[in-house]
């Protein structure tokens, strides 16, 4: 079992910052993919950042240059630093670790229980 916990959400203006954080534990592989997605109201969940144990990462178009996915040196944190926000960023954000070897995801897609963040104009 993998458990992740998101911290960091709330609310701010239009151009402001903010920085989640995802504690990744448990059985966890050294081959994996965390990532970060977002749920808006009524809306379906989307990706919006990966990082891969190999150190690659990869942005949504519309967050990239604004955004940025990162971890720790222990590789168990798991960061999504946040920048120039707009009220469309607005929803709660979740963070999500799978294995992953190569381009190939296998196994469970772990989900941790999402942080709101409240974007206002």
């Known amino acids: 079992q993998v458990r992740l916990v998101e911290s960091g959400g709330g609310s701010v203006q239009a151009g402001e910052s903010l920085s989640l954080a995802c504690v990744v534990s448990?059985?966890?592989?050294?081959?994996?993919?965390v990532g970060w997605y977002r749920q808006a109201p009524g809306k379906q969940r989307e990706w919006v950042a990966i990082?891969?144990?190999?150190?690659?990462?990869h942005y949504v178009d519309v967050v990239k240059g604004r955004f940025i996915i990162s971890r720790d040196s222990t590789r168990t944190t798991v960061y999504l630093q946040m920048n120039s926000l707009r009220p469309e960023d607005t929803g709660v954000y979740y963070c999500?670790?799978?294995?992953?070897?190569?381009?190939?995801?296998?196994?469970?897609?772990?989900w941790g229980q999402g942080t709101q963040v409240t974007v206002s104009s």
């Open positions: 999500s670790y799978r294995v992953r070897y190569g381009s190939v995801e296998v196994g469970n897609d772990y």
């Open positions: 448990g059985d966890i592989d050294a081959n994996n993919r």
């Open positions: 990082d891969t144990t190999g150190g690659n990462t």
